[in-house]
């Protein structure tokens, strides 16, 4: 079967592969005529803020609390020893989020025992919490939250007794 360029529709296709390679192998070297609409107040990669700088550090039941949230303020919480930032979930861990009660404090028990009562709370200037009555499923429920809480927002402390700092 033989290329028959008499023919309109093969002549068409010819012409038309013809002008794809001389637009690949010669392209326009000409400026735009008019400047993109997004870079038109010029361009950077640099974003228009940069995120506040979290450092690691040692906190005690004392120490974490002021991190409650309130008046738009970091929020941390502790599980298993384990200090996590948990700012971008704000609506869950705010003043007024389901979980708000955990906010500055060690939710470890409540996680373990899917419970956000306040009474899984230690008070903050008791020992902490060492979880000794828990059963092995709600140890293993309280790393399936840690882990989940690993890989959802930031690990920035350790959580250590009151007298320890």
């Known amino acids: 079967m ?6 309109p529709i093969n ?18 070297t000409s400026p ?4 993109p609409n997004e870079f038109r107040s010029g361009y950077s990669w640099l974003p228009k ?7 690691f550090k040692t906190y005690t039941p004392k120490t974490l609390e002021p991190f409650h949230g309130k008046d738009n ?13 948990v700012t ?9 989020g389901m979980y708000g009660n955990f906010a500055g ?4 028990r409540g996680m373990a025992k899917q419970s956000f009562d306040i009474e899984m709370l230690t008070p903050i200037d008791q020992p902490l919490d060492k979880l000794a009555d828990l059963q092995q499923d709600e140890i ?8 989940h809480f690993s890989n959802k927002y930031i690990i920035c402390g350790k959580l250590v007794e009151n007298d320890a700092a």
Not at 105 to 108: E, G, I, L, N, T
Not at 140 to 147: D, I, Y
């Open 2 to 7: 033989a290329f028959d360029v008499g023919t």
């Open 105 to 108: 404090r060690d939710a470890s």
């Open 140 to 147: 293993e429920n309280m790393k399936g939250w840690v882990e």
């Open 11 to 28: 002549t068409a296709l010819l012409l038309f592969i013809i002008y794809s390679v001389q637009k690949i192998v010669f392209p326009s």
């Open 73 to 85: 303020g970091r929020i941390l919480l502790a599980i298993n020893g384990i200090v996590f930032d």
């Open 88 to 96: 971008a979930g704000r609506s869950f861990y705010g003043p007024n």
């Open 32 to 35: 735009p005529k008019e400047i």
């Open 49 to 55: 803020s940069h995120q506040p700088t979290v450092l």
